[in-house]
């Protein structure tokens, strides 16, 4: 416990700066974890690769971003009256943000992502490579 904040291991979901998005966002994720990587999966009807933008941020933040005018929802559709609309982020804005704070043991150069039939498959890869052990002994005198 560091000044009063529970360790928990969904922290990544709980809120900023940990985790953030866009609210209302359709891009609903799944987080999978597997001995060699993180695999995210994001729901993205209707954007193709040239409309999504996966980065790394901040040494350690995936930021996950959809943008660009739907044309296809606007086309020919001139006097369309909108009542609700939940599937594509709002008529003609097509735009979302999901950011995950990223677990140390990975391999942020060696990212990857492909989306098919609307949905983003991004496989970050851990660092399998043993790290040198954080536990330092102290040795214990009669006298300082």
Do not use: C
Request: proline share 7%; hydrophobic share 35%; net charge neutral.
């Amino acid at each position: 416990m560091a000044d009063g904040v529970f360790w928990h291991p969904f922290r990544r979901f709980v809120g900023p700066p940990v985790f953030r998005e866009s609210w209302g966002s359709t891009a609903l994720i799944d987080w999978m974890e597997s001995p060699n990587a993180h695999i995210f999966k994001i729901n993205v009807p209707g954007y193709n690769k040239d409309d999504i933008k996966v980065q790394v941020e901040d040494g350690n933040v995936l930021s996950i971003r959809g943008e660009g005018v739907k044309e296809e929802m606007m086309q020919g559709k001139e006097n369309v009256t909108w009542h609700v609309s939940e599937r594509s982020g709002g008529p003609g804005k097509g735009e979302f943000l999901r950011q995950i704070e990223l677990p140390e043991n990975v391999k942020t150069d060696q990212i990857k992502a492909h989306v098919e039939n609307g949905v983003l498959t991004v496989v970050v890869p851990k660092d399998t490579s043993p790290k040198p052990s954080k536990v330092r002994n102290i040795n214990i005198t009669s006298k300082l």
